[in-house]
């Protein structure tokens, strides 16, 4: 009879704290946790209750406060805030995942084999497209032209984008249909010719030339590329993308597919320029919603380095002939500028070169006078004379990078700007120095869309090769703490989501990663071979390895 009574009063008492406990749907627990919050604090476990974290803490205190009908013991794995990429081009992603798959190759003749190989796939499509091609990669250094193209696609239209999609080639076919002929001249652009003919290359704002009679996929079509590259993303950790410059009818098919839960992952999009969208969006206004961010628009200063678009203050060091040149007249600039300040909406504005850097900090100096809250940013902030880094600070303006830009570029990028000039260029730690923050991204699909590749350029300054021995111009290194920051909380920031993610905080949505190892503590050469084991948004868990 003792026995039964000690054995009801233990049930009565299990009983009584089990009843006691806070009621939560998912507790996670016996884990590393890296918080990234104000204090960059580590925690074991935390729980979840309708899509937000509940608490944080040690695993005792968490499971002695909380019950859930799913809790998960980690064993020890490093977890971390949902990663950001708050630059990229998430419906670009899914359009590249259509295209022959032109990065990484050696040689023009390799191009070629790989578009003989993809149309044997594909024969069906009317246009022969791909992206990913850098000349800088090849024996031949110069732009690719026509010919073997033409070659081996005589009836077959053919465009190819280079990989910083900044640049173009097409073939005789292409050329004919979009009716380009001798002496063709854009404003912002270039039709490269040689001997008074079209070579097939078209940069910046020429590619508009082609682009208008290449056939765009429908709703549909934009449907499954949004929902393919959302598998991606989610695959290697990313709970919040961006799309850096989308017109009204793709942020509103992205909405819907939302709203209709076939699309999980949060994204920031900035709204491409234009009047239609101008007009409608500056007196809509700028909205948020539980995973869509739409507050700024996203403007272009010049090109790119590689394409020797970018716009610099003093010529080119490997062609004395240029400087590149801006994609809208500063008169444009500062108008739409203008009418963005009046408005609640962030700029974001593309800019490589020092001559860009130079005028927009310039111009968001004269609209905003004074450091602000207004979280405007320049996207890349590429290569910055060092009179200009002050002004970062001065006008509260944010660089959004991507480290792995550098590690692309280095091979060939003191080519272009010179021994001295170059010291100023991917300078990652000056510019975080500025505001004590920086946003990290990758422009994908221009780059990888794995994070983990951008923070092991950040903090090693090699390639994946481990190139070059000792980090290319380590001085602008970041350490790991702020590498993962500026892909969490200060990403958020940027994005004007700081409130809402970015870190593991109660109150916050539940995004969060889970990696097989921890970045913070494992050798730099192995970063780039970290696996993703779980991503979870809102508290669902939506990929395992």
């Known amino acids: 009879m003792p026995n ?21 749907d998912l ?7 890296y918080t990234a919050d104000s204090l960059f604090t580590n925690a074991q476990a935390f729980a979840v209750k309708e899509g937000k974290f509940v608490a944080v ?48 190759t050696n040689s023009f003749e390799e191009i ?32 690719p032209t026509k010919e073997k193209l033409d070659a081996a696609f005589p009836n077959v239209p053919v465009c190819i984008t280079r990989v910083d999609g900044h640049a173009l080639l097409i073939n005789s076919k292409a050329i004919k249909l979009a009716a380009i002929g001798k002496g063709a001249k854009i404003p912002g652009g270039e039709v490269v010719m040689a001997n008074g003919e079209p070579t097939g290359v078209l940069v910046d704002n020429a590619m508009g030339l082609i682009r208008r009679v290449i056939p765009q996929p429908d709703a549909s079509d934009k449907e499954r590329m949004l929902l393919a590259a959302q598998q991606v993303c989610l695959s290697l950790g990313l709970t919040t993308v961006s799309d850096a410059g989308l017109n009204r009818e793709d942020i509103e098919l992205i909405e819907r597919l ?14 491409s320029l234009g009047e239609p969208n101008l007009e409608y969006y500056l007196k809509r206004g700028p909205f948020q919603t539980d995973r869509l961010t739409v507050r700024a628009f996203k403007l272009y200063a010049d090109g790119a380095l590689g394409s020797r678009g970018a716009c610099l203050r003093k010529p080119y060091s490997d062609r004395p002939e240029t400087s590149g040149f801006l994609l809208l007249n500063p008169g444009e600039l500062e108008r739409v500028l203008t009418l963005l300040e009046k408005s609640k909406f962030q700029a974001n504005t593309h800019c490589i070169g020092d001559s860009a850097n130079h005028l927009i900090l310039d111009l968001y100096g004269k609209m905003l006078k004074k450091p602000n809250p207004r979280r405007w940013r320049i996207e890349h902030a590429q290569v910055v004379s060092p009179d200009d880094f002050w002004k970062f600070n001065r006008y509260s303006v944010i660089p959004s990078v991507q480290p792995t830009h550098a590690t692309s570029d280095m091979y060939w990028a003191g080519d272009r700007l010179g021994k001295n000039r170059v010291k100023g260029a991917y300078a990652f730690n000056d510019l975080m120095k500025q505001n004590g923050l920086i946003a990290f991204g ?9 994070p983990l590749y951008g923070f092991h350029a950040a903090v ?54 889970v990696l097989q190892q921890d970045i913070m503590t494992i050798p730099a050469p192995q970063l780039r071979e970290v696996q993703v084991a779980q991503t979870w948004v809102g508290g669902e868990k939506l990929f395992q390895r």
């Open 4 to 24: 039964r009574c000690l054995v009801a009063c233990l049930l009565i008492a299990f009983l009584t704290a089990c009843s006691s406990k806070k009621s939560a």
């Open 27 to 33: 507790i996670v627990h016996n884990a590393v946790i």
């Open 57 to 104: 803490g040690t695993s005792e205190t968490i499971l002695a406060t909380y019950r859930a009908d799913s809790v998960v013991d980690l064993k020890g794995q490093p977890v971390y805030p949902g990663f950001y990429d708050p630059h990229a081009h998430f419906l670009g992603l899914g359009q590249v995942l259509d295209q022959a798959d032109l990065v990484g």
């Open 112 to 143: 070629v084999q790989r578009l003989k190989a993809f149309y044997e796939k594909h024969p069906t499509n009317s246009w022969l497209l791909g992206r990913g091609w850098d000349q800088n990669d090849w024996p031949d250094k110069q732009f």
């Open 258 to 271: 939302q709203k209709g839960n076939k699309l999980k992952i949060r994204d920031y999009v900035m709204i």
């Open 442 to 450: 990758s422009d994908f699909p221009v780059e990888s869309p794995n």
């Open 460 to 513: 090693a300054r090699v390639d994946a090769k481990g190139y070059p021995a000792g980090g290319f111009q380590m001085e602008n290194a970041v350490d790991r703490a702020a590498a993962l920051k500026a892909m969490t909380r200060w990403a958020a920031f940027a994005n004007f989501e700081d409130h809402l993610r970015g870190s593991i905080e109660t109150g916050k949505q539940a995004d969060f990663v």
